[in-house]
Structure formats: structure tokens, C-alpha cells
């Protein structure tokens, strides 16, 4: 999947934000003549624009990186061909942040859908959560020396401290509220049998045996609408991006050369 992060300010610098030339012509600093700018420097790093200290610690970046520069009277073929590649890269990114931000706009995440994303999300949640706790241990015998263990009396809890190789061994064994999401589908399985305080096992996972023991279950507290918007908004663009992008790439002509998917091909011409 494509990424690509929110970069308001420096698609504000790639627009020039309605402030012309002035704000682009903002000298910061100049090295034997080498101007570095405002434009640059937020270029470099957007947050520098409301921070002053992150600004001067890239602007005596620059000048360090231009007084080594300057000491470079040629530049190697090899050298130059990755700098303009660079150059073309940053183009094509910024490019292409401008048309998403613009594809976003043109597509909102209106109260309409967010209500609708609130329900599909709602919707999809499981129905219950097991508050269970586990011991993991590296075989069958050893799950089975610790169920005969729980059987004469000892603690859950102090078993899980002693002999767990599992997750939060040190707090008992405890998980916290888990789901069908959460919980490996063979401990699931065997929770779902289970009533408060007993114990399943031994059930073969991963990395070992295990024992669970189910102490409570509940209903799903469903998150409120406000707090799911940032991550629904952020699912809705990037839904929006994939199908646009879909689009795009069915009314082009992409061609992707064989060498692009053989890593082995690019280091070799490279002498790596």
C-alpha cells in the first residue's frame, strides 16, 4: 500500500502559501555566497517552522554540509547520477502528496461518513471479551506436571511467576481483557467452553503448551464516535488513495521491468 504522510507545511513551502517569492528568498544564513533559506530549512524539516531551536540546529547543518561541499571541485559521474535521482525523487514525492491533499479535499470525511464508518466499525467488533490469565510452558509434560499442580491447590498466579515462559509471566500470567481478535483462535476455543475460574489446557501454541484459566467475560465496550474519527478518517483516505489509485493505474500504461523484482540484479551492476 502507498504511504503517504500528512505533510501540510511542506506542501504549503511547495505552494508558497500565497506569500511569493519574499518567503522563498528568506536567507537564513549564506556560506561564500550559498544561500540557505527559510524554504529549505522548513523543506528539510516542517516543524522547524514554529520551532526555533530545531531551525537553528539545521541551519548549522547546512552550513556545516555546505563548507564540506565547497571543498569538492568534482563531482564523480556515479556521484551526479544519484543526486539528480534524489532531486527527482523528492519531486515526484512532493507531487504526489499535492494530489492526494487535493484528492482528500475533494473528498471529505463528512459527518455522513463518519456516521457510516462509526457503524461498520461498531459492527465489526466482537460481541464479548474473557478476562483470562495463562501459563506457557516448552512441553506437554511440563503443562501436565503444571495442571496436576493447580489440581492439588497451588496458586494460578504463583505457577505462572515460576514456570511460565509466556506473556506477563510476572504478573501471573494475567492477559487483561482479550477477544476473538486478540486471543490465539486455540485458546478462544477452549475459553469459550470454559465458566468463571476454571482452568483448559494443556493447548498447543506456537511457542509451547499452554494452560488458561477464564475468570470473567463482558460485553464489548463499544468505543464513542469521537474517539474512533482519527483512525476512521485515516482509513477512509487511505481507502480513497487505493481506489483512485486503482483507477489511475487501469488508464496507464505501467510497465515494470524484470530487474525491479530481482535485488540481486541492481547490486551486482552497482559492484556491491
Do not use: K
Given at each position: 500500500m502507498l504511504s503517504l504522510p500528512f505533510r501540510a507545511a511542506a506542501l504549503a513551502a511547495l505552494l508558497g502559501s500565497g506569500c511569493g517569492s519574499a518567503y522563498a528568498a528568506q536567507t537564513l544564513a549564506s556560506v561564500d555566497g550559498h544561500a540557505l533559506t527559510l524554504q529549505q530549512v522548513e523543506a528539510a524539516n516542517p516543524q522547524a517552522a514554529a520551532n526555533a531551536p530545531l531551525r537553528q540546529q539545521i541551519v548549522e547543518q547546512f552550513v556545516q554540509q555546505q563548507l564540506l561541499a565547497d571543498t569538492v571541485h568534482e563531482v564523480p559521474p556515479a556521484?551526479?547520477?544519484?543526486?539528480?535521482?534524489?532531486?527527482?525523487?523528492l519531486r515526484r514525492q512532493q507531487l504526489a502528496q499535492l494530489a492526494a491533499d487535493t484528492l482528500w479535499q475533494q473528498h471529505p470525511f463528512d459527518a455522513a461518513q463518519q456516521k457510516a464508518a462509526y457503524?461498520?466499525?461498531?459492527?465489526?467488533?466482537?460481541?464479548?471479551?474473557?478476562?483470562?490469565?495463562?501459563?506457557?510452558?516448552?512441553?506437554?509434560?511440563?503443562?501436565?506436571?503444571?495442571?496436576?499442580?493447580?489440581?492439588?491447590?497451588?496458586?494460578?498466579?504463583?505457577?505462572?511467576?515460576?514456570?511460565?515462559?509466556?506473556?506477563?509471566?510476572?504478573?501471573g500470567g494475567a492477559l487483561g481483557w482479550q477477544s476473538a481478535r486478540t486471543l490465539p483462535a486455540a485458546v478462544l476455543g477452549e475459553v469459550r467452553k470454559l465458566k468463571a475460574g476454571q482452568v483448559a489446557g494443556p493447548i498447543a501454541l506456537d511457542n509451547g503448551y499452554g494452560i488458561v484459566q477464564w475468570i470473567a467475560q463482558r460485553d464489548t465496550p463499544k468505543p464513542t464516535l469521537q474517539q474512533l474519527v482519527p483512525s476512521l478518517e485515516q482509513q477512509w483516505r487511505n481507502d480513497q488513495l487505493q481506489q483512485h489509485l486503482a483507477e489511475l493505474r487501469k488508464a496507464a500504461k505501467v510497465e515494470v521491468a524484470p530487474q525491479a523484482a530481482d535485488a540481486k540484479t541492481g547490486a551486482n551492476e552497482h559492484g556491491h
Open positions: 556521484l551526479q547520477q544519484r543526486i539528480e535521482a534524489a532531486q527527482e525523487n457503524a461498520r466499525a461498531l459492527a465489526a467488533l466482537p460481541a464479548h471479551e474473557y478476562w483470562v490469565r495463562w501459563i506457557v510452558v516448552a512441553s506437554p509434560d511440563a503443562a501436565h506436571e503444571v495442571l496436576d499442580a493447580l489440581r492439588q491447590g497451588r496458586s494460578f498466579a504463583a505457577l505462572a511467576v515460576q514456570r511460565s515462559i509466556g506473556a506477563n509471566a510476572e504478573f
